[in-house]
C-alpha cells in the first residue's frame, strides 16, 4: 500500500508541475473583450449615445407631408349625385425657434448621462481587470501548493 501511495503521489506531482498557465498577458484582452460585465456597460453607453442624438434632433426642423387621394361622390337632395376624385395634400414644415432652454437642457442633460456611463464603463473594466488578475495569482498559488503537498507526500 505504500508504494501505491508513493506511485500515486508521484504520478499526481508530475501531471500537477506539467500544468503551466497562459502568460497573463494573454488573457487579459481577450477578457475585457467578452465578460458582460463589460458588454452591459458598452450597451449602456450605446443607450445614451442614441439619447443624445435624439435630445439633439428637436434642433432639427420637420417636413410632414400628409396626402390624400380617393373618389368622392356628392349626393345631393334636389338634383343627381355629382362623381369625382378628391384630392388634397399638406405639406408643413416645422422650426423650433426657443424653448426658452429647455432643448438645451435636454441635451446638456443626456451629454452628462453619456459621460458617466462612459465612466461607468471604464469603472467596469477596472472591476473586471482587477478581478481576473485576483483569480489569475489564486490559481498560481493554488498550482505552486499544489506542487508542494505532492512533494512532501512523495517523502512520507
Do not use: C
Not at 119 to 148: C, F, H, M, N, T
Amino acid at each position: 500500500i505504500k508504494k501505491l501511495v508513493s506511485i500515486l503521489a508521484t504520478i499526481s506531482f508530475i501531471v500537477v508541475s506539467n500544468v503551466q498557465a497562459q502568460p497573463l498577458g494573454e488573457l487579459i484582452p481577450g477578457l475585457l473583450q467578452s465578460h458582460d460585465k463589460i458588454k452591459a456597460a458598452q450597451d449602456d453607453v450605446e443607450s445614451k449615445k442614441y439619447g443624445l442624438e435624439s435630445s439633439e434632433a428637436a434642433w432639427l426642423p420637420t417636413l410632414d407631408l400628409n396626402l390624400e387621394y380617393g373618389h368622392e361622390i356628392k349626393r345631393k337632395v334636389a338634383s343627381e349625385s355629382e362623381y369625382g376624385n378628391a384630392f388634397q395634400r399638406k405639406v408643413t414644415l416645422k422650426q423650433l425657434i426657443t424653448d426658452f432652454g429647455k432643448t438645451s437642457s435636454d441635451i446638456r442633460k443626456a451629454e452628462l448621462d453619456l459621460e458617466t456611463k462612459n465612466i461607468d464603463l471604464e469603472s467596469a473594466k477596472q472591476k473586471v481587470l482587477l478581478d481576473g488578475v485576483k483569480a489569475y495569482w489564486d490559481g498560481k498559488k493554488l498550482i505552486s501548493r499544489s506542487g508542494k503537498v505532492f512533494m512532501y507526500q512523495l517523502f512520507l
